[in-house]
C-alpha cells in the first residue's frame, strides 16, 4: 500500500470539495482531493444553476469568478404563475441592487477543476474510499482504492464532500449522529433541451395538473420540470407529452405556448430533505450534501455547499496560520443554523407550489401563500431576500 501524507484531505470533487481545496491551495495549506468518479462524468453530471449574489461575489473573491461573470445570466427577478397569470417578484429591486446569476453547478466544477489541473495539485479521480480511521486523533487517515493500486493517507483533517451517501457521514459513530429525513411525495422529471429560453427569467408555477418550473442554462439552452407522483416512469413519457404537459402548465392567456426544441437529457428526481447533526466528528468535517439536502425548489443545494465551505476554509485557514481553533469548534453550529433557515425556505417554496391531488383543503392554503407572496409588500420582500441571499445572512 502507497503511503502518502497531507494537511487535509478531502473526499469528493463537486463544488465544495474543489473550492475548499482551491481556498486552501491558495492559503500555502497542503491537500489532495479523491472522487469516485471519472473526470468526464464530474464535469458532465448536471445539478442546480442558481447561484446567489453573495456565493457568486465569494466565488470571484476567490478566482473562480472569470468565466462566471462572462457567460453567467443575471437575473433580476424570478416569476410566480398560478391561475394562468404570472407575477414578477422584482429580486433586485427588493436586495439593494443585488441579482441573482444562472451558471450551471457542472461549469463552476469544470472552472475548479481547470484551475487544480494548472497548478498541479493532487486530484485522484476513479479512487474509492474504502476506510476513515482515527478520525479523534491528530493522525486520521483514509484508506482508498485507485486505479495505481491501494493508498492510505495520513492528514490532520478530513473534508467530507462526497454526497450524503458517502463514506464520510457513514464514518460519524450512529450513537452520535441525528439523521433528520423528510421524503416528499412527488418527484421532478426534468429535461435540458437545445432551446432558446421563452423567457428572460426563472418561471416556477403552480398549475392544478402538478408543479412546472421553466429555467435556463444559456442563451440556446433551456432546463425545464414537471412535478410527477413519486412512482412515474420517465419511459412512459414520450418527448412531444413533455413538451404538452410543460405547455399546459405554463400557459397564460398572453403566451400559450413555450419553445420547443431536441431534448439532449431528461431524468426523474425524487425530492426529499435531509440534515445530519453534528457536520464534525473529531478531525472529520462535513461539507454540502454530505451534511445536508434541500430539495430545489429554493434554489439553495450548491448555495449551502459553498457557505459551508466559506465556513470550514477560514476555520481550518485560521488553525493552520494562526493556531487557533476557535472557528473549528463552533463550525458545526454555524453551519446548522444557516442549513436550518435554508431548509424552511425550501420547505416553505415546496410546500406552496405542488398541488395536493387530495386534499382540497391545503389546496386552498397554498393559493392564499401564493396571493400573500405577491400582493403583501413584507412577505414579497421576505421571499426575495431568502431566494437572493440567504447564505451570507
Given at each position: 500500500?502507497?503511503?502518502?501524507?497531507?494537511?487535509?484531505?478531502?473526499?469528493?470533487?463537486?463544488?465544495?470539495?474543489?473550492?475548499?481545496?482551491?481556498?486552501?491551495?491558495?492559503?500555502?495549506?497542503?491537500?489532495?482531493?479523491?472522487?469516485?468518479?471519472?473526470?468526464?462524468?464530474?464535469?458532465?453530471?448536471?445539478?442546480?444553476?442558481?447561484?446567489?449574489?453573495?456565493?457568486?461575489?465569494?466565488?470571484?473573491?476567490?478566482?473562480?469568478?472569470?468565466?462566471?461573470?462572462?457567460?453567467?445570466?443575471?437575473?433580476?427577478?424570478?416569476?410566480?404563475?398560478?391561475?394562468?397569470?404570472?407575477?414578477?417578484?422584482?429580486?433586485?429591486?427588493?436586495?439593494?441592487?443585488?441579482p441573482i446569476t444562472v451558471y450551471g453547478q457542472q461549469e463552476v466544477v469544470k472552472d475548479l477543476i481547470a484551475l487544480?489541473?494548472?497548478?498541479?495539485?493532487?486530484?485522484?479521480?476513479?479512487?474509492?474510499?474504502?476506510?476513515?480511521?482515527?478520525?479523534?486523533?491528530?493522525?486520521?487517515?483514509?484508506?482508498?482504492?485507485?486505479?495505481?493500486?491501494?493508498?492510505?493517507?495520513?492528514?490532520?483533517?478530513?473534508?467530507?464532500?462526497?454526497?450524503?451517501?458517502?463514506?464520510?457521514?457513514?464514518?460519524?459513530?450512529?450513537?452520535?449522529?441525528?439523521?433528520?429525513?423528510?421524503?416528499?411525495?412527488?418527484?421532478?422529471?426534468?429535461?435540458?433541451?437545445?432551446?432558446?429560453?421563452?423567457?428572460?427569467?426563472?418561471?416556477?408555477?403552480?398549475?392544478?395538473?402538478?408543479?412546472?418550473?421553466?429555467?435556463?442554462?444559456?442563451?440556446?439552452?433551456?432546463?425545464?420540470?414537471?412535478?410527477?407522483?413519486?412512482?412515474?416512469?420517465?419511459?412512459?413519457?414520450?418527448?412531444?407529452?413533455?413538451?404538452?404537459?410543460?405547455?399546459?402548465?405554463?400557459?397564460?392567456?398572453?403566451?400559450?405556448?413555450?419553445?420547443?426544441?431536441?431534448?439532449?437529457?431528461?431524468?426523474?428526481?425524487?425530492?426529499?430533505?435531509?440534515?445530519?447533526?453534528?457536520?464534525?466528528?473529531?478531525?472529520?468535517?462535513?461539507?454540502?450534501?454530505?451534511?445536508?439536502?434541500?430539495?430545489?425548489?429554493?434554489?439553495?443545494?450548491?448555495?449551502?455547499?459553498?457557505?459551508?465551505?466559506?465556513?470550514?476554509?477560514?476555520?481550518?485557514?485560521?488553525?493552520?496560520?494562526?493556531?487557533?481553533?476557535?472557528?473549528?469548534?463552533?463550525?458545526?453550529?454555524?453551519?446548522?443554523?444557516?442549513?436550518?433557515?435554508?431548509?424552511?425556505?425550501?420547505?416553505?417554496?415546496?410546500?406552496?407550489?405542488?398541488?395536493?391531488?387530495?386534499?382540497?383543503?391545503?389546496?386552498?392554503?397554498?393559493?392564499?401563500?401564493?396571493?400573500?407572496?405577491?400582493?403583501?409588500?413584507?412577505?414579497?420582500?421576505?421571499?426575495?431576500?431568502?431566494?437572493?441571499?440567504?447564505?451570507?445572512?
Open positions: 500500500m502507497k503511503e502518502l501524507r497531507t494537511q487535509v484531505a478531502i473526499i469528493g470533487a463537486g463544488p465544495a470539495g474543489l473550492l475548499l481545496g482551491h481556498i486552501l491551495h491558495e492559503q500555502g495549506i497542503d491537500n489532495i482531493v479523491l472522487e469516485r468518479r471519472d473526470r468526464p462524468y464530474v464535469e458532465a453530471r448536471v445539478r442546480a444553476g442558481v447561484i446567489e449574489y453573495g456565493i457568486a461575489k465569494f466565488l470571484e473573491e476567490n478566482g473562480v469568478g472569470e468565466r462566471m461573470l462572462r457567460q453567467g445570466l443575471k437575473h433580476d427577478g424570478v416569476e410566480l404563475r398560478f391561475d394562468r397569470t404570472s407575477y414578477r417578484i422584482a429580486l433586485t429591486e427588493l436586495n439593494g441592487g443585488k487544480r489541473v494548472g497548478y498541479d495539485a493532487p486530484l485522484m479521480f476513479e479512487t474509492e474510499v474504502t476506510n476513515l480511521d482515527g478520525l479523534t486523533t491528530d493522525a486520521p487517515f483514509i484508506e482508498a482504492d485507485t486505479p495505481d493500486g491501494k493508498v492510505r493517507i495520513t492528514c490532520d483533517y478530513i473534508a467530507g464532500c462526497d454526497g450524503t451517501f458517502g463514506p464520510a457521514s457513514k464514518a460519524i459513530p450512529a450513537s452520535l449522529k441525528k439523521q433528520f429525513d423528510r421524503i416528499y411525495p412527488f418527484s421532478w422529471l426534468g429535461i435540458i433541451a437545445q432551446a432558446a429560453p421563452s423567457t428572460e427569467e426563472l418561471i416556477y408555477c403552480r398549475h392544478e395538473r402538478g408543479f412546472a418550473l421553466y429555467s435556463m442554462r444559456s442563451p440556446t439552452v433551456s432546463r425545464l420540470y414537471l412535478g410527477v407522483p413519486n412512482d412515474e416512469k420517465l419511459e412512459d413519457w414520450t418527448d412531444d407529452q413533455i413538451w404538452d404537459e410543460l405547455d399546459v402548465r405554463l400557459a397564460t392567456e398572453e403566451v400559450p405556448h413555450i419553445t420547443r426544441g431536441p431534448i439532449l437529457e431528461k431524468g426523474i428526481t425524487t425530492m426529499r430533505s435531509i440534515v445530519i447533526e453534528p457536520m464534525r466528528y473529531g478531525r472529520l468535517f462535513l461539507a454540502g450534501d454530505a451534511a445536508h439536502i434541500v430539495p430545489p425548489t429554493g434554489a439553495k443545494g450548491m448555495n449551502l455547499a459553498i457557505g459551508d465551505v466559506r465556513e470550514l476554509s477560514r476555520a481550518l485557514i485560521a488553525k493552520f496560520k494562526k493556531n487557533e481553533d476557535a472557528l473549528l469548534e463552533s463550525y458545526s453550529d454555524t453551519c446548522l443554523e444557516r442549513v436550518w433557515r435554508a431548509e424552511e425556505f425550501s420547505t416553505y417554496m415546496t410546500q406552496m407550489l405542488h398541488p395536493n391531488p387530495t386534499d382540497d383543503f391545503e389546496n386552498g392554503v397554498q393559493l392564499a401563500r401564493l396571493r400573500q407572496s405577491v400582493k403583501s409588500p413584507g412577505a414579497t420582500e421576505t421571499l426575495a431576500r431568502n431566494y437572493v441571499d440567504l447564505n451570507s445572512l
